[in-house]
């Protein structure tokens, strides 16, 4: 027998057998009536999945590529720039932005907390001259969501344009992104949009796009304005991920066929349910509950664990793969996945083959007992 692989990792996530199938469609011309079709449905429903009305823009490549974009077509050399870092990937954007030049400034928070708004409010008032903040808003080094509602006020009273990472958020966590003043969205297929890697969406504000419009940065494969030309006819300036808009379309549909509201109370039952059962095995959250992210779980490891034997332990006896700590967490943490094709008895899945194999590690935890607490949470957990 194959061995069943059960996917608890921030990205690639699960697939739903009808994006699979959609995957094996027969190719078809990119320049063609079908594929404009095509072009034109799936930026309907980006929008509604986005809750944005900003025109959304599809690249293919990977979601780094999109905050490339985001940094590439607003960013000016010499333009002072707020990375707000708490985790790995708000050091990518960081990074992304001293690439090109800009001067960036810096806020940092412990890896494991969310953004302190306080501290941003007076970083944008000493510096009025600064022009973009860089957000992640679900931190999946971490699990901690960043609070966006809040960062948007701040920059909409700073008139700075406010650029959020919600690669690994958006689909599983919601982010009403126009209500809330996010000026440049970035997402990408792989993780709660339940679709295989290699598409990245973009969408900016009126506001981000009066930066496009005075940004002389270098830039080619991911020229916004060379995007929003080719969308105005339903189509992409270079070849798409053809199979991939066919997946990504069929991911779309079963979002909206759930309902964005339901999409994201099943994360949050989910989440839930998994730190309860954590918490009674007696294993540290990485997380505050006022901040734990509804996709993504990180769990300390407990004392004389390596996570290394956890994980591999997990994954070649019982198929289960967790993630491991990255960056200053390596080691530290490991990580549970529950975004995009995920339901209740994924966490009991989870959790099961977690209490069984820290048993084995010599970690002896009440077999079925975080399981139960899992289990509670879900039969309780109407929201
Ligand atoms: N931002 C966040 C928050 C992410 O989780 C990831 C992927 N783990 C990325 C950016 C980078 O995306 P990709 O690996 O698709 O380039």
Known sequence: MSRKLRLMIPGPTPLPPEVSEAL????????????AELTARLHEKLQRVMQTENEVFILTSSGTGGLEAAVANTVNPGDKVLALVAGKFGERFRDLARAYGAEVLELHFPWGAPVDLDAVAEK?????????????????????????????????????????????????IDLPADAWGVDILVTASQKALMTPPGLAMISLSEKAWAKVAECRAPRYYFSLPAAKKALAKWNTAYTPAVSLFFALEAALDLILAEGLEQVFARHRLLARAIREGVRTLGLELLAPDEAASPALTAVKAPAGVAVDDLRKLLLDKYGVLFAGGQGELKGKIFRMAHMGHVDRLDVITALGALEMALNELGHK?????GVAAAQRALLGGAE
Do not use: Y
């Open 24 to 35: 094996a469609r027969p190719m078809v011309g990119h320049r063609g009536k079908g594929f």
């Open 124 to 172: 944008l008032k000493r510096h009025p001259d600064l022009k973009v903040i860089l957000t992640t808003q679900n931190e999946t080094s971490t699990g901690v969501v960043h609070d966006i509602r809040g960062l948007g006020a701040l920059a909409a009273e700073h008139g700075a344009v406010l650029a959020v990472d919600a690669v690994s958020g958006l689909g599983g």
């Open 365 to 369: 935890v009440t077999l079925g007992g």
